[in-house]
């Protein structure tokens, strides 16, 4: 078994350090602290080609594949999440949709710009009534000659509210089947498309530097070239591009709980009490050593996950796993760093502080870990019953 990560990842993780060394990390806390998205860093990540990782070269990406992005984003998000989260959201739900259903004008149109970072994408599912239960919203689109007109209301979506924002896809219900069930539709609306506004900066317990907003469509008119896909297969278009969001959110959760751990193993060696320093103290090593053992096995759910999406396996419990597994690992490492840090972890100027109010989200997006729970045993019992 090779655990080695192919040269190009490696190469790629280095620059992605390097980067977030000179341009993410000295200004992160004063980012959270102003609550303002860093729309010019982003602008960088594209110049450096980092935007479209998972998008074909034909249309502005570079198609590194899932390994070096998990391999990028553990180096991104150990900077800021905030930051790394936005980035996230735009390589995955935003811009896969696109890629696996696009026609090859919208692919021209809306995913090249993407993919080469001049712009940012978002992803609008959650309503005030829907989230989990992604069946249950109640966004509509209805036909109006060859148009469609969009009416509803997102909620917690990323991205949207940026300067820099192309638009937002969304999944709205079309209509109904004759069997009764409701048809989905995924659409692109692009940023200033009357009756599209954008509400104010959702105030939020982390991720303070990400744009999060709430999204109205009142009598919405988009041409009706603007469907991705099918009608009616909006739905599972959705759900078949969730499980690359998975794997970027466990990626995510990893660099989070990696940085805990860096931040808590610095500490201990730095700081003294009764004479000695706290890595001297046999409950501190105990902590230390856990969050030690649970990285790596993290890190190991996340690779797998990203080698089996690379080489054209089925990878949907193994996200689900990783992200489940990954994303409650931030918590914990996340609430022992601090709890190492003691006072110190507990002020707003201390990173430990800002990682731990980010770790909590992680365990809601891109799914709930009830949801990941509800997925894995899916597939555990099917696999039983032969």
């Not at 090779?2 to 990842?9: Q, S």
């Not at 591009?241 to 940085?259: N, T």
């Not at 000695?276 to 649970?294: N, R």
């Not at 992200?323 to 601090?338: M, T």
Request: a negative charge; proline letters at 4%.
């Amino acid at each position: 078994m090779d655990l080695d990560l192919p040269a190009e990842a490696l190469e790629l993780q280095k620059l992605c350090r390097d980067f977030a060394a000179a341009e993410i990390e000295p200004y992160a806390q004063e980012w959270s602290e102003a609550e303002r998205f860093p729309a010019d860093v982003f602008l960088k990540m594209g110049e450096l080609d980092l935007t479209g990782l998972l998008i074909p070269e034909q249309y502005g990406g570079t198609a590194a594949g899932y390994l070096a992005y998990v391999a990028a984003m553990e180096a991104i998000g150990a900077a800021d999440q905030s930051l790394a989260a936005c980035w996230n959201a735009h390589s995955t739900i935003a811009s896969l949709p696109l890629a696996a259903y696009g026609t090859d004008e919208q692919k021209q149109r809306w995913l090249a710009p993407l993919a080469q970072g001049t712009h940012i994408g978002a992803f609008g599912l959650t309503e005030p009534t829907a989230g989990s239960d992604a069946s249950g919203i109640r966004t509509t689109a209805r036909p109006d000659g060859g148009d469609w007109i969009i009416d509803g209301t997102k909620m917690f979506i990323t991205n949207a509210g940026t300067e820099i924002s192309l638009g937002v896809t969304i999944l709205a219900v079309t209509g109904t089947s004759p069997d009764g069930a409701k048809r989905y539709g995924t659409f692109f609306i692009p940023t200033g498309t009357p009756g599209y506004t954008v509400g104010a900066p959702l105030k939020k317990l982390g991720w303070h530097a990400m744009d999060s907003r709430e999204l109205i469509f009142e009598n919405c008119r988009i041409p009706g070239e603007n469907l991705i896909g099918e009608e009616g297969n909006g739905l599972r278009q959705f759900l078949d591009v969730l499980d690359g969001g998975r794997i970027s959110v466990a990626a995510l959760s990893l660099s989070l709980a990696q940085e805990a751990l860096r931040l808590a193993t610095e500490h201990a060696a730095q700081r003294e009490q009764f004479g000695s320093p706290l890595s001297a103290f046999q409950a501190v090593q105990h902590k230390i050593a856990d969050m030690a053992t649970e990285v790596d096995a993290a890190r190991a759910l996340v690779y797998r996950a990203a080698w089996l999406a690379d080489n054209g396996r089925p990878f949907g419990q193994a996200a689900a796993m990783a992200k489940l597994y990954a994303s409650e690992l931030a918590n914990r490492a996340a609430s022992a760093s601090v709890q190492i840090h003691g006072g110190y972890g507990y002020i707003r100027e201390s990173k430990i502080s800002r990682l731990y109010a980010d770790a909590k989200v992680l365990e809601i997006g891109e799914g709930t870990n009830e949801i990941q729970r509800n997925v894995i045993a899916r597939n555990v019992l099917r696999a039983a019953r032969g």
